[in-house]
């Protein structure tokens, strides 16, 4: 056993009789170390991508409530008149009457 560790860490199993095939088992091993990193990688960017995207919502969703609170304050009765109030228009102090129209039937 002890002659077999040192054996591996002297490098003995790279230039014995072997040699290509363990050569061939260290790139494949090298390859998929390279394609695991790169995956990981790649799922990191696409984590950061979708916080952002997140927070872009979150702000997108925010100035839709501010503007649909805005526009609502605009349709208000009172806002209205304060607003025509200043081209010297003003609401009516009679309130409005319904108008009813009588048909005849004509024979």
């Not at 990981?40 to 696409?46: E, G, Q, R, V």
């Not at 997140?54 to 209205?80: A, C, P």
Request: glycine share 4%; aromatic share 6%.
């Amino acid at each position: 056993m002890k002659k077999g560790l040192l054996d591996i860490l002297k490098g003995k199993f790279l230039v014995s009789n072997d040699a290509p095939k363990n050569w061939l088992f260290i790139i494949f091993v090298s390859f998929l170390a390279a394609v695991m990193i790169g995956s990981s990688h790649s799922a990191d960017k696409k984590v950061h991508q979708i916080a952002a995207l997140n927070e872009e919502v979150k702000e997108l969703r925010n100035q839709f409530l501010d503007g649909r609170t805005e526009v609502q304050q605009l349709r208000l009765e009172s806002k209205i008149a304060k607003v025509l109030s200043k081209n010297e228009i003003y609401p009516s102090e009679v309130p409005p009457r319904k108008i009813k129209v009588k048909t005849s039937k004509i024979e």
